[in-house]
């Protein structure tokens, strides 16, 4: 389709146009004003459009009604305390709308995880009005996308075909296809304006494009002349909260390897480097002899990460992974999302005043203490509290720091001591009575064996500051 495209626009150049002559006083890409004022000579000419491309691709964008049931507490009046009486939560339901792309015939849709994020019901409505009840099967909300599978009763779906060779440049057309606003699909369009956008995610180089994209078009495609899907639109920077010409969009490559990795091992699984990045300013640069701001310094690694075992160091900048130049974190991590667990890739790496290749084999972060997740029970400050060891594994599908160690806590029963004594989800336990902990087994000894004391002493680590909890509560002996 793109090639048609690109045929016909220079078919009216040939034929509308007269050829230009170079000399000195008239450049070749400056028409006259009768050769501006061309009518067109043809009926192709005349009809010239996109429309094509959108009879192609729409089909396959659908609209993702959502709805969510919230609790909301009343608040005590007066009178209701003075008489002990507590009124009943209100319920009420919240509906929203995005969209979705249909990229396998068989009912596997692609959207915006923060679309669906928290739905009690999913529904797909396809552009002939055909409606589907979907199901999450995928999702991450750290690259934002998930996948939703519908039962089609074997009947194939219209779905578009995802941009394979990562074959897309600056200056690209595309077009936008959703539902912005919930008035029904539309098709915006414009040009990729920047590829690679680094600065907006923390796993993800986003497609840049002026493309009209507004609220409901989140999950909706942007597609190429050629009727493949480039990227799936997520958001857009926007001081009003409309459209300012600044997009983005995931980029296909990391779609495909979403749906890839879901098909095949039920989850979208993300290989993951094993050090700790940041971004090398042109100070640093300087000071390491590179020739300008590039890469991604490695400060910290992770035992027997994969970075560990290619032989990174700290101290070394990864300057490309495979075919891909590096420049901060989130492009690195954005590399590794497209990789599959073993792939093995070249690590272009600035060691020592010069370049070396390293051999990379990826893998997915491991579970690595077990998470032997423990429910506490005791005449202690935190029963009716769940917790579990802490492993990059547990950190990445909680999307938190993969190099915290240790007890965190997973959840607190309401009205439990846990809850009344103020101990939260993401509470890390680092001592209780002065006593270090460092496993769910030890830290449940240490309870039961100071089990029914009356002075607590409990410190707990949250966002790398260390407090003591003041300890109110203790459950009543039976």
């Known amino acids: 389709m793109k090639k048609l495209a690109l045929s016909l626009l220079g078919s009216v150049m040939t034929m509308g146009l007269p050829t230009p002559i170079a000399t000195a006083q008239s ?13 067109p000579q043809n009926q192709t000419q005349v009809q010239l459009s996109y429309a094509p491309v959108v009879k192609e691709t729409a089909p396959a964008v659908v609209n993702v009604f959502t709805s969510r049931t ?43 995880a923060h679309v669906v994020k928290g739905a009690d019901e999913l529904k797909v409505v396809l552009t ?15 690259i934002d996308l998930a996948i939703l599978r519908v039962d089609t009763n074997g009947e194939a779906l219209p779905s578009l075909p995802i941009l394979q060779n990562n074959d897309i440049e600056v200056g690209d057309i595309v077009l936008a296809i959703g539902n912005p606003f919930g008035v029904g699909q539309t098709v915006t369009s414009g040009i990729v304006s920047a590829l690679g956008r680094t600065n907006v995610a923390d796993f993800s180089a986003f497609t840049q494009t002026d493309a009209a994209i507004n609220p409901g078009n989140s999950g909706g495609a942007l597609v190429n002349l050629n009727g493949e899907l480039v990227g799936v639109n997520t958001q857009i920077a926007s001081r009003s909260g409309g459209s300012n010409g600044v997009g983005f969009a995931i980029p296909a490559e990391l779609v495909a390897r979403a749906v890839e990795s879901t098909l095949t091992e039920g989850k979208i699984v993300r290989p993951w480097l094993g050090a700790r990045t ?22 910290e690694l992770y035992p027997d990460g994969p970075a560990d075992k290619a032989g990174l160091r700290e101290r070394d900048i990864i300057l490309s992974l495979g075919d891909t130049e590096v420049f901060d974190e989130a492009g ?20 020592d005043g010069r370049e070396q290749i390293l051999s990379l084999t990826t ?52 009205g439990s001591a846990a809850s009344n004594n103020r101990f939260r989800p993401g509470h890390i336990i680092v001592d209780v009575n002065k006593q270090d902990v460092f496993t769910t087994r030890q830290l449940e000894k240490h309870l039961q064996d100071e089990e029914g004391i009356e002075a607590w002493g409990v410190t707990v680590a949250r966002n790398s500051r ?4 003041p300890v109110r509560w203790l459950p009543r002996s039976n």
């Open 128 to 142: 002939d009005r055909r409606e589907f009840e979907a199901e999450i099967i995928a999702q991450d909300d750290q």
């Open 70 to 112: 919230v609790i909301r507490r009343s608040s005590q009046d007066f009178f209701d305390e003075m008489f002990g009486m507590r009124r009943a939560p209100r319920e009420r339901t919240e509906s929203s709308l995005g969209s979705g792309v249909i990229v396998r015939s068989n009912g596997i849709i692609v959207t915006n």
């Open 363 to 414: 893998d997915v972060p491991q579970e690595s203490p077990k998470r032997d997740e423990r429910y506490l029970e005791g005449i202690h400050p935190l029963d009716g509290a769940t917790v579990v060891n802490l492993s990059p594994a547990l950190a990445d599908e909680l999307g938190i720091d993969p190099y915290l160690t240790g007890v965190m806590v997973l959840a607190v029963e309401r």
């Open 27 to 39: 450049p070749m890409w400056m028409p006259d004003s009768e050769t501006m004022r061309a009518v």
């Open 278 to 299: 940041n971004a090398v300013d042109s100070a640093l640069a300087a000071s390491l002899g590179l020739d300008r701001a590039r890469g991604a310094i490695i400060s």
């Open 332 to 351: 690195l991590n954005f590399k590794l999302a497209t990789l599959a667990k073993g792939d093995r890739v070249n690590a272009n790496v600035w060691r």
């Open 466 to 469: 260390l407090y003591n909890v």
